[in-house]
């Protein structure tokens, strides 16, 4: 079994940062992808990023530029790094990920409870 678990939210100003981590805990290889969606009160769930094991990536237009997705499989760790927030940021962030759980090629999907990021004007 695994479990992911989201770490770093919190409060910042506008134009600050964060970083978001998505620790893998359990029967862990590795991660085959990582994805980060994020979800505001009243609006619906969005994809902000995307990383494959291959090293693809896929952004949400409205945060090229200012957040960058990467994978640490020594640490069994994905990261969301958020610069410049503006306050329309403002979401619960949450991340999914599809985990290698043997060399035999099994794996495992599932997402982790969230991360409230909070950014003020």
């Known amino acids: 079994q695994v479990q992911l678990v989201e770490s770093g939210g919190g409060l910042v100003q506008a134009g600050g940062s964060l970083r978001l981590s998505c620790a893998a805990s359990g029967s862990v290889l590795s991660f085959n992808d990582l994805e980060w969606y994020r979800q505001a009160p009243g609006k619906q769930r969005e994809l902000v990023a995307a990383?494959?094991?291959?090293?693809?990536?896929n952004y949400l237009d409205s945060v090229k530029g200012r957040f960058t997705i990467s994978l640490d499989n020594a640490v069994n760790t994905g990261y969301l790094q958020m610069n410049s927030l503006k306050p329309e940021d403002t979401a619960i962030y949450s991340c999914t990920a599809e985990i290698r759980t043997d060399t035999y090629g099994s794996t495992w999907w599932g997402s982790g409870q969230g991360t409230q990021v909070t950014v003020s004007s």
């Open positions: 990383i494959t094991s291959g090293g693809n990536l």
